[in-house]
């Protein structure tokens, strides 16, 4: 079955913008973790909701893993304390096999929105957030090792039929920057009404693709402050004037791309995580991918003209098999 894209929030003036709180936007509070008193959380500690990392790793109980996550007081956005400088790391094995479940790479660098416990499962992704936004912007800046890639994603979700559905995504690649730069994640929604329980924010310092992609590398530093969120009002999401169908959607053994309104080149899936699995070339605005070797699960897809320019993003799914 056909479905298609509909639409994408834009960025809106600052006549009509508002702004929605992020839980510890400005990276102010940190407590120590009281699993591993070496290491700070952007956060008030386990169990609570707000900035988290897998620094808990750095302990003799979880592997012994470098920590990733640090308080930052001398490389900070003007008017704020801290900021959060992620470093890209390499897990040990022991540290890696109790992670690994949660699709994290034995490489990482990571901050995101959630909960983590120390116990049991651990590990939930997601704050609670309730606006529709049209972007997320942050201020950043980042030193890569050698020509190491970082990236920002963003992803709403809503709660209803028993499970937890997405509502909206936003994936951005972060280029290098010596000084603080402003961020955008434009954020594409499947409906033009809803809103959301529940958004996931998460920072790669290191390059998260896979497949064809550069493999992540550890000692690239991304520095990340100020984070706030757009607010747009539903009469002002526009559509892409290039439309793009995916299908069938959910995809089992392919999934077909055909493009109208412009002349499209390349089309890279991500998974939700923001690591990239392939990128393809498209002819005469059609494409067939074999999704036989991808997991179950959802992805993220970019069309981009000759030149670069991104005709549409979206996203599909690929059911079990």
Same mark, same amino acid.
């Given at each position: 079955?056909?479905k298609?894209?509909?639409?994408v929030a834009?960025l809106?003036t600052?006549a009509i913008?508002?702004h ?8 102010s509070?940190?407590?120590t973790?009281s699993?591993d ?6 956060n ?8 988290w990392?897998?620094n808990?790793?750095?302990?003799s109980?979880?592997?012994s893993?470098p920590?990733s ?7 900070v956005?003007p ?5 959060a400088?992620?470093e890209s790391?390499v897990?040990?094995t ?6 690994k479940?949660?699709g994290i790479?034995?490489t ?7 909960t ?5 499962s ?9 606006q529709?936004?049209?972007e997320l912007d942050f201020e950043?800046?980042y030193?890569?090792?050698?020509k190491d ?5 963003l ?14 995504v ?6 290098p ?9 434009p954020v594409?929604?499947?409906?033009a009404t809803?809103?959301p329980d ?6 790669s310092?290191t ?9 992540p590398?550890a000692?690239s530093?991304?520095w990340?402050?100020?984070v ?7 009469d002002n999401i526009?559509?892409?004037?290039t439309?793009?169908?995916v ?5 089992s053994?392919?999934v &077909?791309?055909? $493009? %109208?309104g412009q002349?499209?080149?390349t089309v890279? !899936?991500? /998974?939700?995580t *923001?690591q990239?699995? @392939? ?10 991918? &074999?999704?036989? $070797? %991808?997991?179950?699960?959802?992805y993220?897809y970019? !069309?981009? /003209?000759k030149? *670069?320019?991104?005709? @549409?993003i ?5 059911a079990?098999?």
């Amino acid at each position: 079955m056909k479905k298609q894209l509909l639409f994408v929030a834009t960025l809106l003036t600052a006549a009509i913008a508002s702004h929605a709180q992020i839980i510890n936007a400005d990276f102010s509070t940190w407590t120590t973790n009281s699993l591993d008193p070496s290491v700070m959380d952007p956060n008030t500690g386990l169990g609570t909701t707000g900035w988290w990392e897998f620094n808990l790793l750095n302990s003799s109980s979880f592997g012994s893993s470098p920590a990733s996550v640090f308080q930052d007081a001398s490389v900070v956005y003007p008017g704020s304390t801290y900021s959060a400088r992620i470093e890209s790391v390499v897990l040990t094995t022991a540290s890696y096999g109790i992670i690994k479940s949660y699709g994290i790479r034995d490489t990482m660098g990571l901050l995101f929105t959630g909960t983590v416990t120390g116990t049991g499962s651990g590990y939930k992704p997601g704050e609670p957030f309730t606006q529709r936004i049209g972007e997320l912007d942050f201020e950043y800046q980042y030193v890569p090792n050698g020509k190491d890639t970082a990236y920002a994603l963003l992803i709403l979700t809503h709660y209803s039929g028993g499970k937890s559905n997405q509502l909206g995504v936003g994936l951005t690649k972060i280029p290098p920057a010596a000084s603080w730069t402003l961020g955008k994640i434009p954020v594409v929604y499947d409906s033009a009404t809803g809103n959301p329980d529940t958004v996931l924010v998460e920072f790669s310092a290191t390059s998260p693709f896979t497949g064809g992609g550069p493999l992540p590398i550890a000692g690239s530093k991304l520095w990340v402050d100020n984070v706030s969120s757009i607010v747009a009002g539903i009469d002002n999401i526009t559509a892409y004037s290039t439309n793009v169908s995916v299908y069938p959607n959910p995809a089992s053994t392919e999934v &077909n791309f055909r $493009v %109208y309104g412009q002349n499209a080149y390349t089309v890279d !899936v991500f /998974d939700i995580t *923001g690591q990239k699995v @392939n990128s393809y070339r498209i002819d005469n605005n059609v494409l067939s991918v &074999n999704t036989q $070797v %991808y997991s179950t699960g959802l992805y993220l897809y970019r !069309v981009y /003209d000759k030149t *670069g320019n991104l005709l @549409n993003i979206g996203k599909f799914s690929v059911a079990g098999k």
